[in-house]
């Protein structure tokens, strides 16, 4: 705050000392001097203006010197030159922002049941080291993933050097194996799966391998190629042989297993057979100990079909107990959604007038609608479970059925078994359109959302390799998966679809 100075204006002028005596100061009456003031004729109080100082005096307009040139100021003005350069983002930056939210599914978007590892990669990512096995997986698979669907080929070769660095680490990781890097290696494992299927998978199967082989022997041959779910399983082993707790993570890791054990042929080990140790409960964990017994069965029917030289005459004990074990699983796997919690059950929607109806889901009329994707998800993989059995049962019954012409039974059997997959195929039809924008199941330009078409892949790849199914609903079935293949970018299930080369 400025204060003005009590002096007259004509002591100020002469920069001497003022008494400050109205209306005449000492100085100016003694010199004989006009004494003036700068008051306020209202008030009388002193006042001093500051505008005059805080301007200052005002400066003279620069001109141009003569011997300058004169430049053309609107020509020298270029784009580059107005506008700032933008920021580059580096392709690793726009590959990990399209995992995130292309793969990623965050837990309150889905309930338990319908999650994979990937609900929790972020939560382990965030935890690991920069230089991390995970942290290279990630970088690979997003890069691969993003190269193909935006077709960046910088993308793609970029993919190369992290899948091999993430290679050479996670062998260094393996042979320093510490208890908390096992979380990260189990997720960085599973990455690089996807990882291959991603970049090779539709390289990996030659028409002529799959013209000179059996259907069985290429479904086997065909998922084998699936690589590192041994590795996972040996991790699994070893976390459970250290007694280390287990984690929601390991929940959702241990189910795909069991679905690769399902079409590889496999039996589940006896040290993962038990779901209640890894928090399944209720009906998970009863369609999960369905799914074990499934798995088993696959195995044994197997090992009947591949039989190059089988005696129809004579069936051995093994067809009996395996046509046996089919049935049993049939009346189990019918009875499971029986005692369901409502939040599991679906209702049927008219695609005409999307009001809910009791018509039968064979209906072309009406989808299905559940309460969240993972309860749909759910139910199309017990479809899909039930289709195996039920495939599986239809040709052991074939095969008994040469040795015993005479027994009419087999007829029957027979054909409540081809009943009962079109049945199964209708309701599966019925239930698939949930998961695209539309839910007319007659609608051909459907889209489904990246981070849900993972949940599809296993069962319609099973639902397309039952020969049983009608023509019609497979070849349905066939599109979709051909749809869900093209937005994940997956060359396996892409091969599965247009090649054909998966059959139970």
């Given at each position: 705050?400025?204060?003005?100075s009590?002096?007259c204006?004509?002591?100020?002028?002469?920069r001497v000392k003022?008494d400050?005596?109205?209306?005449?100061?000492?100085?100016?009456?003694k010199?004989?001097?006009?004494?003036?003031?700068?008051?306020?004729t209202e008030t009388g109080?002193p006042?001093r203006?500051e505008?005059?100082?805080?301007?200052?005096?005002?400066?003279?307009?620069?001109?141009r010197?003569?011997n300058?040139?004169r430049?053309?100021?609107?020509?020298?003005a270029?784009?580059?030159?107005?506008?700032?350069r933008?920021?580059?983002?580096?392709?690793?930056?726009h590959a990990f922002?399209?995992?995130?939210?292309?793969?990623t599914?965050?837990?309150?978007?889905m309930?338990d049941?319908?999650?994979?590892?990937?609900?929790?990669?972020?939560a382990?990512?965030?935890r690991?080291?920069?230089?991390?096995?995970?942290?290279?997986?990630v970088?690979a698979?997003?890069?691969?993933?993003?190269?193909r669907a935006?077709?960046v080929s910088?993308?793609l070769?970029?993919?190369?050097g992290f899948?091999?660095?993430?290679?050479?680490?996670?062998?260094k990781?393996?042979?320093?194996?510490?208890?908390?890097?096992?979380d990260?290696?189990?997720?960085?494992?599973?990455?690089m799966?996807?990882?291959?299927?991603t970049?090779?998978?539709?390289?990996?199967?030659?028409?002529?391998?799959?013209?000179?082989?059996?259907p069985?022997e290429?479904?086997?041959?065909f998922?084998?190629?699936?690589?590192?779910?041994?590795?996972?399983?040996?991790?699994?082993?070893m976390r459970q042989?250290?007694?280390?707790q287990?984690?929601?993570?390991?929940?959702a890791v241990r189910?795909?297993?069991?679905r690769?054990?399902?079409l590889?042929?496999?039996?589940?080990p006896d040290?993962?057979?038990?779901?209640?140790?890894?928090?399944?409960?209720?009906?998970?964990?009863?369609?999960?100990l369905?799914?074990?017994r499934?798995?088993?069965?696959?195995?044994?029917?197997l090992?009947i079909?591949?039989?190059e030289n089988?005696?129809p005459?004579?069936?051995?004990?093994?067809?009996?107990?395996?046509t046996?074990?089919a049935?049993?699983l049939?009346?189990a796997?019918?009875?499971w959604?029986?005692?369901?919690?409502?939040?599991?059950k679906?209702?049927?929607?008219?695609?005409?007038?999307?009001m809910?109806?009791?018509?039968?889901f064979?209906?072309?009329?009406y989808?299905h609608s559940?309460?969240?994707?993972?309860h749909?998800?759910?139910?199309?993989?017990?479809?899909?479970?039930?289709?195996?059995?039920?495939?599986?049962?239809?040709?052991?019954l074939?095969?008994?059925?040469?040795?015993?012409p005479?027994?009419p039974?087999?007829?029957?059997?027979l054909e409540?078994?081809?009943?009962?997959?079109?049945?199964?195929?209708?309701?599966m039809?019925?239930?698939?359109?949930?998961?695209?924008?539309?839910?007319?199941?007659?609608?051909?330009k459907d889209?489904?959302?990246?981070?849900?078409?993972?949940?599809?892949?296993w069962?319609?790849?099973v639902a397309?390799?039952?020969?049983?199914?009608?023509l019609?609903?497979?070849q349905?079935?066939q599109?979709?998966?051909k749809?869900?293949?093209?937005v994940?970018a997956d060359?396996?299930?892409q091969?599965?679809?247009e090649?054909?080369a998966?059959?139970?």
């Amino acid at each position: 705050m400025v204060f003005p100075s009590p002096a007259c204006v004509t002591c100020k002028r002469r920069r001497v000392k003022c008494d400050t005596t109205r209306p005449s100061c000492g100085q100016c009456h003694k010199a004989s001097r006009h004494c003036t003031w700068e008051s306020n004729t209202e008030t009388g109080l002193p006042f001093r203006s500051e505008n005059a100082f805080a301007q200052g005096k005002p400066r003279r307009p620069w001109k141009r010197p003569a011997n300058e040139s004169r430049r053309d100021i609107t020509a020298a003005a270029t784009p580059s030159t107005l506008i700032a350069r933008t920021l580059t983002i580096p392709v690793e930056t726009h590959a990990f922002n399209y995992f995130v939210q292309s793969f990623t599914v965050w837990p309150n978007e889905m309930p338990d049941i319908g999650q994979d590892y990937l609900t929790y990669a972020l939560a382990h990512y965030d935890r690991a080291r920069p230089d991390s096995s995970l942290h290279l997986a990630v970088s690979a698979f997003s890069l691969a993933s993003f190269g193909r669907a935006r077709r960046v080929s910088r993308a793609l070769e970029a993919a190369h050097g992290f899948y091999a660095r993430s290679i050479t680490t996670t062998q260094k990781e393996l042979s320093e194996l510490a208890d908390e890097n096992l979380d990260h290696l189990v997720v960085a494992t599973l990455l690089m799966s996807q990882y291959e299927n991603t970049m090779y998978g539709a390289e990996r199967e030659s028409n002529q391998d799959i013209a000179s082989a059996t259907p069985d022997e290429v479904g086997s041959r065909f998922w084998k190629k699936i690589c590192h779910y041994e590795g996972t399983m040996g991790l699994l082993r070893m976390r459970q042989q250290r007694g280390l707790q287990n984690l929601p993570l390991y929940r959702a890791v241990r189910r795909p297993v069991l679905r690769a054990c399902i079409l590889r042929g496999k039996v589940v080990p006896d040290w993962l057979q038990d779901g209640s140790q890894y928090g399944e409960e209720g009906p998970a964990l009863d369609l999960d100990l369905l799914m074990i017994r499934v798995a088993a069965l696959r195995c044994a029917s197997l090992k009947i079909f591949r039989d190059e030289n089988p005696d129809p005459l004579s069936p051995c004990k093994e067809v009996e107990y395996a046509t046996m074990e089919a049935q049993n699983l049939e009346t189990a796997l019918t009875l499971w959604p029986h005692d369901l919690p409502e939040e599991w059950k679906f209702s049927a929607i008219s695609t005409e007038s999307s009001m809910p109806s009791k018509t039968n889901f064979a209906d072309t009329n009406y989808v299905h609608s559940y309460t969240t994707h993972g309860h749909a998800a759910v139910w199309i993989r017990y479809l899909a479970v039930c289709l195996i059995v039920s495939s599986i049962h239809m040709r052991l019954l074939s095969i008994s059925s040469h040795s015993k012409p005479q027994r009419p039974a087999f007829t029957t059997q027979l054909e409540a078994c081809q009943e009962r997959i079109d049945l199964l195929a209708a309701h599966m039809c019925r239930s698939v359109p949930f998961f695209f924008s539309s839910r007319n199941a007659t609608d051909p330009k459907d889209e489904i959302m990246l981070k849900f078409a993972t949940l599809l892949t296993w069962p319609l790849t099973v639902a397309i390799s039952i020969e049983a199914i009608p023509l019609a609903q497979k070849q349905w079935l066939q599109r979709r998966l051909k749809s869900v293949a093209v937005v994940l970018a997956d060359g396996v299930i892409q091969s599965a679809a247009e090649k054909d080369a998966f059959k139970f």
